[in-house]
C-alpha cells in the first residue's frame, strides 16, 4: 500500500457520497496553498485499505479521517483540527479548540456527522473530480 501514496502528503480518507463532506474538500483544495493534502473517498478500495493498515473497523467510522503515512493519524474532531492547523494562516487559530475536552467535541462533531445527510444531503456516487484536480485525488 506505502507504494500506492504519494511521498510527504497527508491522506484525508472522506465520506465521498455526503454533500457536506464535499463542500469541506473543496474548501480544503482551495486553502491548501502548501500542497500538503491528498484526498480518498472512504469507501473506495484504497480507502478501505488504508482503514484497515491503520486498524480502523470501516463499519464503526464515518468520519474523516486524516492519516500522515508512517506519523500518525486523527480522526473526527482532532483530524478537523490538525488539517486547519495544516493550512496555515488564520487557521492555525483553531489549535485553540484543543482545550475542549476531546469527549465534548467528539460528542459535537457526532452530532453533526449523524445528522450530516439529512441537513446536507446525499449523492448517489462518490465525486468525480474535475481534470484540474484529479491529481489531488488518490485511486486504489
Known amino acids: 500500500m506505502r507504494n500506492k501514496l ?5 491522506i484525508i480518507l472522506f465520506d ?8 469541506a474538500v473543496q474548501f480544503i483544495i482551495k486553502q491548501d496553498k502548501k ?6 473517498a ?3 478500495d484504497l480507502g478501505l485499505e488504508i482503514l ?22 486523527f480522526y473526527k474532531a482532532a483530524a478537523a483540527i ?4 495544516e493550512l496555515g494562516g488564520i487557521f492555525t487559530l483553531s489549535a485553540v479548540f484543543k482545550i475542549i475536552p476531546e469527549k465534548v467535541s467528539n460528542c459535537i462533531y457526532d452530532y453533526i456527522a449523524k445528522n450530516r445527510y439529512h441537513w446536507f444531503g446525499k449523492k448517489e456516487s462518490c465525486m468525480i473530480p474535475t481534470p484540474e484536480l484529479k491529481n489531488k485525488f488518490l485511486n486504489s
Open 6 to 10: 504519494p511521498k510527504n502528503k497527508q
Open 16 to 23: 465521498g457520497v455526503c454533500n457536506l463532506c464535499d463542500t
Open 35 to 40: 500542497d500538503v493534502f491528498r484526498f480518498v
Open 42 to 44: 472512504l469507501q473506495s
Open 52 to 73: 484497515q493498515h491503520i486498524g480502523i473497523d470501516q463499519t464503526k467510522i464515518d468520519s474523516i479521517i486524516l492519516y500522515k503515512p508512517g506519523i500518525a493519524y
Open 82 to 85: 490538525e488539517i486547519a492547523r
